[in-house]
Each structure stands twice: as C-alpha cells, then as structure tokens.
C-alpha cells in the first residue's frame, strides 16, 4: 500500500516493470483506492473522490451557526508546517504570498519548524482550535506535486471552518465541489490570491458556499478496502468484478 507521493519514493527501476499485478495506492485509477478522505452520499454510499465527479447543485446555504463562527475570526489565513524544504517548493509560493499581503498589512501566521510560531504537534486539538476560531483561510500546500496527491491537510480547514487555498498536482473538483479561486497558485496568480483575502472573508462568495463534507459519527471505510484486496485473486481482470459480489 502507498500513501507517500510519487516524488518522494520514486520506483523506477526496470525491474519493477509488470512486477505487481494489483495497485493500492491513493491514484484514483489504482486497483484499490488509499486515500485520507472518503465522500459518501447520505445514504452511506461511496460517492468519491474519482475520476469523473459528479456534484448535487445547488448546495444548501451556510448554516446559522457556521456564520456565527465565521463572524468570530479575526485574522487572514494560518500555515501548520514542518518540512521547510518540500520538493513541491510550497515555501517559496508562501514567501510570495507573505511578501504580497503586506500591502494589505495582512500576514500568513505559520506555525511549527518553518515558521515564528509554535503550537507542538502534541497539543494538536488545541491548534485546530486556533484556526477555527481565528482564521479565515488555510494554506493546504502538499510537499509534492503529484496527480491524485492529496493529503489530510485539506481537512483541517474543512474541519475548522476555514476554506483550504490549495497547491498540488490534483484535480481538486474530485474531492470538493467548491474551487472556484482557491486552487493552485501559480506565481502570476498570486496577486489575485491576495487580493481575494483583502476582501472581508466572511461575506466572499467561498464562505457562502461553504459546506461541512465530514460526518464524525460515520464508521471507518478501511476495512472496506481491506476485504477487496483479500477477494481479489490472481486472475481477478477488474476491481468491478469484486465489487458485484
């Protein structure tokens, strides 16, 4: 099973070619999925992430009681990092990003080893409070620019109240239906990014549309993919085919 990107744990090597004849990885066309977020519908189906999303318009309307902890936040957008050298050069997007909001006097609060401040990875609850509370955006920047590629990262603002600005090599409309502007930000883009957080947050367009996509009631999907891949046999030609059993 792989869950690092590509970039970091590269096979290439001849001998590998047709070496496996099954894949469980988090690439959407693998045999088996691995991936840090589940979509299910409300019925308990598996919805997603895949290739060719399919989402319900229109969405439902920001409840009351996600505006009222919307109207508490006070400050721009917050970073939690440790790998200050990632191979997907996410630092040197934030270095842009923290040069341009200066004009707007706004800041990128980056919290860990690459940043000025702290909030240690076993007080965790406490620093997703922080940006619940707190922040309007979240820089959700993977370490490697990889399709399909995504991390739990996106879920700490989806978790929190907050909207991720995302930087990756997926296509984000297969896990989310809302990015419409908070996607990878090319360098040309960074202004415009900017631009969009000197806007009052809590009345843009991505607050309206903000929507909840976690149920934390609903049992853990794992072992799902884990009686697929003991089904599977040798001479299995497709994943479907389990799957109709």
Not at 162 to 174: C, E, L, T
Not at 202 to 230: A, E
């Amino acid at each position: 099973m792989a869950s690092e990107s590509a970039a970091n744990f590269p096979l290439c090597d001849a001998m590998y070619d047709n070496f496996y004849n099954l894949t469980w990885t988090y690439k959407l066309d693998s045999d088996i999925r691995w991936t840090y977020i589940t979509i299910i519908d409300k019925k308990g189906n598996f919805a997603g992430p895949k290739i060719n999303m399919t989402w319900i318009y229109p969405m439902k309307a920001t409840p009351e009681n996600v505006k009222k902890k919307i109207s508490g936040k006070t400050k721009a957008a917050a970073w939690f990092v440790s790998n200050c050298n990632a191979k997907s050069g996410r630092q040197n997007v934030t270095k842009r990003i923290e040069k341009e909001l200066k004009r707007y006097n706004l800041t990128v609060d980056i919290y860990g080893w690459c940043g000025k401040k702290k909030c240690p990875k076993d007080k965790f609850e406490e620093c997703m409070y922080l940006l619940e509370s707190e922040y309007y955006f979240y820089l959700a920047f993977e370490n490697s620019i990889c399709e399909d590629y995504v991390t739990e990262k996106i879920l700490y603002p989806l978790q929190n109240y907050a909207v991720p600005i995302v930087f990756g090599g997926a296509n984000y409309s297969r896990w989310h239906n809302y990015y419409e502007y908070v996607k990878t930000p090319p360098e040309h883009d960074v202004c415009k990014l900017c631009q969009i957080l000197n806007e009052d947050p809590g009345q843009h367009s991505s607050y309206k549309h903000f929507r909840s996509w976690w149920n934390p009631d609903h049992p853990s999907l794992c072992t799902k993919g884990v009686g697929k891949f003991i089904a599977m046999r040798p001479n299995s030609d497709t994943l479907a085919e389990i799957e109709k059993k």
